[in-house]
């Protein structure tokens, strides 16, 4: 199994990004996928999940309203469309699959993870 984050990079605030995470090696719709994020000196966080069905969604409170989750199980990739960064959206962002029947925000619930990919939003 694996999955490959892209679309990172450094943008000024306000701005916006698109991430990308391809997977290959699992039935991609049998997974609820989710998005993380883990800034220096802090424990990785739960950004936004979305299941399998592409029905069901969930964000973290910080980022809602401007970002949105999205999957396309026919290309076996997850989207996250970030808008109006702010510098405390910095961070390395993972990409990551459960087998969970329902969206879980919490990571030990993610049995396959993506390499990460640095996002930096300046002030």
């Keep these: 199994v694996q999955l490959q984050a892209s679309g990172g990079g450094l943008v000024q605030a306000g ?27 802090k424990e990785r966080e739960h950004v936004a999940a979305i299941d399998w069905g592409n029905t069901n969604t969930d964000y973290a409170d910080s980022v809602k309203g401007r970002f949105t989750i999205s999957r ?24 990551a699959a459960s087998g969970q029947l ?20 300046s002030s």
């Design 15 to 41: 701005g916006s990004l698109r991430l990308s995470c391809s997977t290959s090696g699992l039935t991609f719709s049998n997974y609820v996928m989710g998005w993380f994020r883990q800034a220096p000196g």
């Design 72 to 95: 396309d199980n026919a290309k076996n990739m997850v989207y996250l469309q970030m808008n109006n960064l702010k510098p405390e959206d910095t961070a390395v962002y993972y990409c």
């Design 102 to 121: 329902a969206i879980n925000v919490h990571p030990k619930y993610y049995q396959y993870w993506g390499q990460g990919t640095q996002v930096t939003v």
